[in-house]
């Protein structure tokens, strides 16, 4: 079992509304950008914004448990994309990935997701294994397959596109924080420190946003 979700945000959360605090005051608190193209709203009476979602997505996690949106509900995650045979990027990606995992595995609202775009050769037994080499709770940290085209069609939906030219396979370095409502709030490049530094930091802040007083 986690340990309690209040213990861990007093090592997280604590600095980080004291820093808000202190540097702007509580009321004005500055929220995470949301990312992708905004969807007009459907009525000329309907003024707020809508903002871009990742689409609805069905993956097999190294349990071989099926996964989609609502076995996300209430949950922030971070996502990223990898094939269990690379040998130089993903490797490095997924160890910077881990370093996260690390600091946030305690809070039951923060979950990974490491989608594989090779599906034909990482297998659920081939994930399960690979998820070994970053000691990743499978309830926590999930490496997932699913067929070429709804990979495809996944890296798309969150705006990260991937291809592959016979044995090439080409996608995209970055990590990406998804927030409760399936908004994009951050896009990250793993081989750059100030950008991982910046994630920890957002996500720290991501939190405090569904946990800051009088919400």
């Known amino acids: 079992m986690k340990k309690s979700f209040y213990i861990a945000a007093g090592v997280i959360l604590i600095p980080v509304l004291v820093y808000f605090l202190l540097k702007a005051g509580n009321t004005s608190f500055k929220r995470l950008p949301y990312l992708g193209e905004r969807i007009a709203p459907d009525g000329i009476n309907q003024m707020d914004t809508i903002y871009y979602s990742i689409p609805d997505f069905e993956v097999t996690d190294q349990r071989g448990k099926k996964l989609n949106h609502a076995s996300f ?127 920890n930091d957002e996500l720290k802040v991501l939190l405090y946003e569904y946990h800051q007083p009088g919400k």
Not at 90 to 114: G, H, Q, R, T
Request: aromatic share 14%; charged share 30%; net charge negative.
């Open 73 to 199: 509900q209430n949950k922030i995650f971070v996502a990223n994309f990898f094939f269990a045979s690379c040998q130089e990027v993903c490797p490095a990606m997924n160890k910077k990935l881990a370093v996260v995992y690390d600091k946030f595995k305690e809070f039951s609202e923060i979950e990974f997701v490491s989608f594989t775009v090779d599906p034909e050769n990482d297998s659920t037994s081939v994930l399960f294994e690979y998820s070994k080499k970053y000691n990743a709770d499978p309830k926590i940290w999930h490496f997932v397959n699913t067929n070429l085209d709804a990979t495809s069609k996944i890296g798309q939906g969150f705006l990260l596109p991937i291809s592959k030219e016979d044995k090439t396979i080409d996608h995209s370095q970055q990590l990406i924080l998804i927030d409760k409502e399936k908004h994009i709030r951050g896009v990250y490049n793993s081989f750059d420190e100030e950008d991982m530094k910046r994630l």
